[in-house]
């Protein structure tokens, strides 16, 4: 157990709606991080809060947002769902920003019919 | 572009064989390159490489990142069939972090 937990485990919608994704890091952790991972795309970087503010920005939709909340957790809005959303999404947390080890929670995986 | 690249992408060895994954970069504004360890599940740490030449040991687990090159090696010895799973290289740079495509390693009995 890494100590980041995530909601839901598991969660199907259809094309066109919207879903929240949440993230809880590991106690004293200021970084999140997402990441989104496909069978066909492998694992990538979406997006990195630090200590509330975004501070890393990778290969995330415009149909994306994230925030992180004061008390650390955080979420993670995914809209106008797509066929191709269906993935593996990931929480990371780490105690600095883009250094040291990164905890991984244990994923929620989204189906999009 | 930033890129990351490992090899082998898939490996398939007997029970007690040593292996090397290699993880090659180009990148700018690099800060560290990590290791992770994918079975059914979320990635588990396994290494974090920040200076050229110095050795991370874990077990049969090793690796060393060479900065001149831009290039890191894992190293697990004395394979065994748990050590079946995708490996994965990360580069973290200022402003993102990238992947490698994993090379999936499956330890034969």
């Known amino acids: 157990d890494s100590g980041v937990t995530q909601t839901p485990k598991h969660l199907i919608t259809a094309t066109g709606q919207r879903v929240t994704l949440r993230c809880s890091p590991r106690s004293g952790d200021l970084s999140v991080y997402w990441y989104q991972q496909s069978l066909d795309q492998g694992l990538q970087f979406l997006i990195q809060?630090?200590?509330?503010?975004?501070?890393a920005k990778g290969n995330i939709l415009e149909r994306f947002s994230a925030q992180q909340f004061p008390d650390l957790h955080s979420e993670l809005n995914l809209s106008s769902l797509e066929l191709g959303d269906s993935a593996l999404y990931f929480c990371?947390?780490?105690?600095?920003?883009?250094?040291?080890?990164?905890?991984f929670g244990p994923g929620t995986r989204l189906t999009v019919l | 572009e930033d890129k990351v690249v490992q090899s082998p992408l898939s490996l398939v060895v007997h029970e007690g064989d040593t292996v090397t994954l290699n993880c090659s970069y180009e990148v700018t504004n690099f800060r560290s390159l990590l290791w992770y360890k994918q079975e059914k599940k979320a990635p588990t740490f396994l290494f974090m490489l920040?200076?050229?030449?110095i050795e991370k040991k874990s077990g049969r687990l090793s690796s060393i990142l060479d900065k001149k090159e831009l290039f890191s090696i894992l190293n697990i010895t004395a394979t065994q069939t748990g050590d079946s799973a995708v490996y994965l290289c990360a580069v973290a740079l200022d402003d993102k972090i990238i992947f490698g495509k994993g090379t999936r390693l499956h330890i034969l009995p």
């Open positions: 920040t200076s050229s030449g």
């Open positions: 990371a947390s780490s105690s600095v920003h883009m250094a040291g080890t990164q905890y």
């Open positions: 809060y630090y200590n509330g503010e975004e501070r």
